[in-house]
T-cell receptor, first 108, second 111 residues
């Protein structure tokens, strides 16, 4: 069985503060991991995928197979980063599983 | 290139009524997914398809049926709607190992 855990529901920080959104997974094979962002009442947008190893909007995420984690990080939060963030895992059977999401609130 | 579209955007049903939600993609994607999004529950997979004519159950398939008769369309059916099916429904599609792209969602209320 595959599972994605996002242990926190809400993270509130001030503008300019560092951000780390946690994601842990459970999967017996080699997973494919994603971060999606959802702005208020809009569709989910792909933010990052682990195989691309790129930085989008200042966000980065590194797959740590030893700790089975794929945490999302940004050194300096901006107000426009306020949104819901979801971590997702796709297994070998193409099944795509999401965590429960975390709301990021960036205060001015 | 419209990407992933969903029809309708909003719908109100009475308990026991039936309806079909349509997801369409014009990217020639093999994989398609249906999710429901509820507060505090994240996105839960209802059914998915890895190709035309194939479907598979996700985490919460009860009360829903799906069909993938054409590669570009993935239909989600509710045969007898219940208030517990009030939710926002999202469709997604992807090719091979590419990232899934999402539709705009359908907001369904069952009274």
């Amino acid at each position: 069985a595959q599972r994605v855990t996002q242990p926190e529901k809400l993270l509130s920080v001030f503008k300019g503060a560092p951000v780390e959104l946690k994601c842990n997974y459970s999967y017996s094979g080699s997973p494919e991991l994603f971060w999606y962002v959802q702005y208020s009442r809009q569709r989910l947008q792909l933010l990052l995928r682990h195989i691309s190893r790129e930085s989008i909007k200042g966000f980065t995420a590194d797959l740590n197979k030893g700790e089975t984690s794929f945490h999302l990080k940004k050194p300096f939060a901006q107000e426009e980063d306020s949104a819901m963030y979801y971590c997702a895992l796709r297994g070998a059977n193409s099944k795509l599983t999401f965590g429960k999401g975390i709301t990021l609130s960036v205060r001015p | 290139n419209a990407g992933v579209t969903q029809t309708p955007k909003f719908r109100v049903l009475k308990t026991g009524q039936s309806m079909t939600l349509l997801c369409a993609q014009d990217m020639n994607h093999e994989y398609m997914y249906w999710y429901r999004q509820d507060p505090g529950m994240g996105l839960r997979l209802i059914h998915y398809s890895v190709g035309e004519g194939t479907t598979a159950k996700g985490e919460v398939p009860d009360g829903y049926n799906v069909s993938r008769l054409k590669k570009q369309n993935f239909l989600l059916g509710l045969e007898s709607a219940a208030p517990s099916q009030t939710s926002v429904y999202f469709c997604a599609s992807s090719w091979g190992q590419g990232p899934p792209y999402f539709g705009p969602g359908t907001r369904l209320t069952v009274t």
